[in-house]
């Protein structure tokens, strides 16, 4: 997982053009004469150093951007390149443009021109590296992974040394159980409604999915013994498990018995889609597919105002329960629910509905799929 991916959004890349389209107006006006001591192009862009027809086209091209007419836009760059191909310039302009329609691929390729032709000193020659990162990453797995139907092909993990497809028998309810969590700082009652909801977007795919809580209250009417194994005896019929606790190093309720054994590894590492910074860490244990564990720590959600509490929890929850359900890999495209990165919107993605259907629809005497039947 990459980190301090900085990406700017589309808004910062029109001012980023129109800034440049100010300073291509002024050389051209006022020409002022740098000199370097390095073979780079010179980073002041003027007819003294670059053909005029080539600077007019991309002043073209940036009007265009600005008014959201990108492809005239992208049309007038690559003109601008044709009469000029040191104009290192237009490449940023591409690479900005065709990452705004998600042309992943066309984006980076821009990118690298920009990186190979601009000086040193280029302003923007950070930002573009970060942005070249970024998409290199998300194109590891090739444009298919990002830009297909499905992500069918990176949701597999390891059963017994071999890679496979894992999925649920969904013909009975899944049953959940809650660790009880009144006492967990930051904890809300509203949290296991918001859970399950957020885990039930995927009827949308599945709808034969239910999920079945299993009612723990009699634990309150118990003390001691009699408390301890009769919740041993309800976490044992659960085949989902949900615990809440205030922090990612405590794995449990170092006062509850079977609580505290929990030992779910961090799988999912929910990060900023912008810069890649760990937001929190939702464990789950990928070892024992049928007896999953997900704990969510309340610290990150506690920074956040109650209503995008409830929100975030919502996404999270709807993630949680994909990999569980057996996406176990994410999704290169910021568009998926199962995107690697941030997610901000609770939506399934068609992406992600194909994905889901297509691993629910294999054939398990053909192809290569651990179930639980």
């Known amino acids: 997982m990459l980190r301090n991916m900085n990406r700017p959004c589309q808004g ?5 053009i129109s800034h440049l389209i100010s300073l291509v107006f002024i050389v051209l006006i006022c020409t002022v004469c740098n000199t370097y001591a390095d073979p780079d192009l010179p980073l002041e862009i003027s007819e003294k150093y ?4 080539a600077i007019l086209k991309f002043n073209d091209a940036v009007k265009k951007w600005e008014a959201k007419s990108t ?3 992208i049309s007038q760059w690559k003109e601008a390149l044709n009469i000029d191909p040191t104009l290192w310039i237009a490449y940023l302009g591409l690479g900005q443009a065709y990452d705004s329609q998600k042309e992943y691929k066309n984006s980076l390729e821009a990118y690298n021109q920009y990186l190979k032709l601009a000086p040193k000193n280029a302003p923007d020659r950070q930002s573009v590296t970060e942005s070249v990162k970024y998409l290199s990453h998300l194109l590891r797995n090739g444009e298919e992974a990002v830009t297909g139907e499905d992500y069918l092909p990176i949701v597999k993990t390891k059963h017994q040394g071999k890679e496979h497809y894992v999925r649920w028998d969904i013909s009975s309810p899944l049953k959940l159980y809650f660790y009880p969590a009144a006492h967990v700082p930051g904890y809300r009652n509203e949290f296991q409604r918001a859970f399950l909801e957020g885990a039930m977007i995927w009827q949308e795919v599945l709808p034969d999915l239910k999920l079945e809580v299993i009612n723990n209250s009699v634990l309150l009417i118990l003390k001691g013994e009699d408390k301890d194994k009769k919740e041993k005896e309800l976490v044992e019929q659960a085949q989902i498990k949900i615990i809440f606790p205030s922090r990612f190093k405590v794995k449990g309720d170092p006062n509850n018995p079977i609580a505290s054994q929990i030992d779910a590894q961090s799988f999912p590492i929910i990060r900023d889609k912008k810069n890649f910074r760990v937001l929190g860490v939702i464990m ?3 070892f024992v597919y049928y007896q999953s564990q997900i704990a969510i720590p309340l610290e990150p959600l506690s920074k956040l105002k109650p209503d995008d ?3 975030k ?4 929850a709807a993630r949680e329960i994909g990999h569980v359900l057996g996406l176990w890999g994410f999704s290169p495209n910021p568009d998926d629910l199962m995107f690697e ?3 901000k919107e609770l939506r399934l993605s068609e992406r992600d509905k194909n994905t889901m259907r297509k691993l629910y629809e294999l054939n398990p005497e053909k192809d290569e799929v651990v179930t639980n039947q």
Do not use: D
């Open 12 to 16: 910062e890349s029109f001012l980023r």
């Open 50 to 53: 670059y053909k005029k027809e």
């Open 71 to 73: 492809n005239e836009a």
């Open 284 to 286: 789950i244990s990928p």
């Open 309 to 311: 509490q409830i929100k």
């Open 313 to 316: 929890l919502k996404i999270i």
């Open 341 to 343: 990165g941030e997610v």
